[in-house]
């Protein structure tokens, strides 16, 4: 059994989608960051960078095995399933490299582009036009990548999983606010349309019911 510390986020939802692609058995344990429950003590020691998601899995080799920070809990349930991560070679390296563009690149500007658009109490043309230029770019680089290939690594993969949370409610947005940079993006349509047909995702998106 896998304990899933997560929340209503992109983020938090990555690991959800991952133990449902999985088909693992997990509990799930709300963590409402609005009310400040990541600084608990009880959760620092599962996660000490105060981030959902975490996972505890109890049934590690070596006992109970706690995993913090999305991209390292979906390498680390890839690997415990043999599942979405190949074991070596072309494939896994191009899972890995698209996992790293949306750990670096997608989470950290889309959820800047959010922030000073949404949350911020001064509204700062500059940080938004910045951060929202970059998201447009971020989505060109995409869709080129899947005018290639059927999906980011190549196979469905950790990288499609990683990244699916953020881009499927995002693009519209981005695309109206920087049409000239995003475009139509079909190919990246197309992306969201067949990842979230898939049982799996849909039930991981749901997550956590609150």
């Given at each position: 059994?896998?304990?899933?510390?997560?929340?209503?986020?992109?983020?938090?939802?990555?690991?959800?989608?991952m133990l449902e692609e999985?088909?693992?058995?997990?509990?799930?344990?709300?963590?409402?960051?609005?009310?400040?429950?990541?600084?608990?003590?009880?959760?620092?020691?599962?996660?000490?960078?105060?981030?959902?998601?975490?996972?505890?899995?109890?049934?590690?080799?070596?006992?109970?095995?706690?995993?913090?920070?999305?991209?390292?809990?979906?390498?680390?349930?890839?690997?415990?399933?043999?599942?979405?991560?190949?074991?070596?070679?072309?494939?896994?390296?191009?899972?890995?490299?698209?996992?790293?563009?949306?750990?670096?690149?997608?989470?950290p500007m889309f959820g800047?582009?959010?922030?000073?658009?949404?949350?911020?109490?001064?509204?700062?043309?500059?940080?938004?036009?910045?951060?929202?230029?970059?998201?447009?770019?971020?989505?060109?680089?995409?869709?080129?990548?899947?005018?290639?290939a059927q999906f980011l690594?190549?196979?469905?993969?950790?990288?499609?999983?990683?990244?699916?949370?953020?881009?499927?409610?995002?693009?519209?947005?981005?695309?109206?606010?920087?049409?000239?940079?995003?475009?139509?993006?079909?190919?990246?349509?197309?992306?969201?349309?067949?990842?979230?047909?898939?049982?799996?995702?849909?039930?991981?998106?749901?997550?956590?019911?609150?």
């Open positions: 059994m896998i304990d899933l510390y997560t929340w209503t986020t992109p983020n938090g939802r990555k690991a959800s989608i999985c088909g693992l058995d997990y509990t799930v344990h709300p963590v409402n960051i609005g009310k400040g429950e990541q600084f608990a003590p009880e959760f620092l020691r599962i996660s000490p960078n105060n981030r959902i998601p975490a996972i505890v899995d109890r049934d590690a080799e070596e006992g109970p095995l706690s995993v913090f920070e999305s991209g390292a809990i979906l390498i680390y349930l890839a690997e415990k399933t043999g599942k979405f991560l190949a074991p070596r070679g072309r494939q896994r390296s191009n899972a890995l490299e698209w996992l790293m563009w949306q750990i670096g690149g997608v989470g800047q582009l959010n922030h000073f658009m949404n949350a911020s109490p001064e509204k700062i043309p500059y940080a938004i036009d910045r951060y929202a230029r970059e998201a447009a770019r971020l989505i060109g680089v995409m869709e080129k990548r899947l005018g290639e690594g190549g196979d469905y993969s950790i990288a499609d999983i990683i990244t699916y949370p953020w881009i499927a409610p995002s693009l519209d947005l981005i695309a109206k606010a920087r049409p000239e940079l995003v475009g139509e993006a079909p190919h990246t349509r197309r992306w969201i349309r067949q990842v979230g047909a898939r049982p799996a995702v849909q039930r991981g998106m749901a997550v956590p019911k609150v």
